[in-house]
């Protein structure tokens, strides 16, 4: 090879290598640029989701104490409405029980007249009935004496004891018979009696078991009391995300290759021949050296 062309290869090898590694050192610039952008942008990403869920996180426990103290102020109203209704109904309880005894006692008043006036109406009749009694008693003995007077007005003898014994045994026929009747009347009334006190029990047993029982007081309603407060745990703080290193190109391997290159087309060079030099005389001179 003409040692011109060799040198002009060789020069060229070390350019392009240099060229080369210029080239591998931007692309690896480049690279490194484009892998802290990415990296920057993870970590952006990390800070802007650690701040929402931070914020995310403050903004669930106020909504949970709003909530919390909506829900006890709402069971507070409830609590003093079943209160009132409580005291109110309360009151309406003692106010009938009240009501019910007076119109107890009341009725068992009513039962009581009722009855002396049922046992007064019996005394009457069974009084009527002893005067009626007395009275037809008093007419048999004015019967009786007349019977006796009659007789011993008539002739003496067996006849007038007869008529005599005949009017005495009619007069004690009547008076059993009113003795009978007397007696089945005051039996019968002392019967009517009884009923009518049965019947006056009766009716106060009725009264009593309509009787309302004496309302007691009602337990108390358990006061509203806030939940405990649940225990908040903070949200996990996100790391970002690594990159991964950027592949780098080798900024040495042109410049070896090149240097390479060039060594390899001087040592092609045949430096005792002749032919690899030429005589030339700068400024007059002859120079033999290496022909370019």
Avoid: H
Avoid at 78 to 94: F, P
Avoid at 191 to 213: E, H
Avoid at 268 to 282: D, L, R
């Amino acid at each position: 090879m003409p040692a011109t062309w060799a040198a002009v290869g060789a020069i060229s090898s070390i350019v392009g290598g240099i060229f080369g590694a210029t080239q591998a050192s931007n692309q690896n610039s480049n690279a490194e640029q484009y892998r802290a952008e990415q990296q920057r942008l993870l970590e952006e990403q990390a800070r802007i989701q650690n701040q929402y869920n931070k914020r995310k996180f403050e903004v669930d426990k106020e909504n949970y104490r709003k909530q919390a103290d909506y829900n006890f102020d709402t069971a507070i109203k409830k609590w003093q409405y079943d209160m009132t209704l409580r005291t109110l109904q309360e009151k309406v309880d003692a106010q009938k029980f009240l009501m019910n005894v007076e119109n107890s006692q009341k009725q068992l008043t009513f039962n009581r007249v009722g009855e002396n006036q049922a046992k007064s109406r019996e005394q009457l009749a069974l009084n009527d009935a002893l005067a009626e009694d007395s009275f037809e008693r008093q007419d048999l003995l004015v019967a009786q004496l007349q019977a006796q007077g009659k007789a011993r007005l008539g002739q003496a003898g067996g006849s007038m004891t007869k008529r005599m014994q005949s009017a005495e045994a009619q007069i004690g026929r009547d008076l059993a018979v009113l003795d009978a009747s007397i007696t089945g009347e005051i039996n019968a009334s002392n019967l009517r009696m009884f009923d009518i006190t049965l019947g006056r029990y009766s009716a106060d047993a009725r009264v009593d078991a309509a009787r309302m029982l004496m309302p007691e007081r009602m337990p108390d309603i358990p006061a509203p009391t806030r939940p405990p407060e649940p225990t908040w745990l903070e949200p996990m703080q996100i790391l970002p995300g690594m990159v991964a290193p950027a592949a780098q190109q080798s900024v040495f391997a042109p410049l070896i290759s090149g240097f390479g290159s060039a060594a390899s087309s001087m040592a092609s060079i045949n430096w005792s021949s002749p032919n690899q030099s030429q005589k030339f005389a700068p400024n007059g001179k002859e120079y033999y050296g290496p022909a370019f």
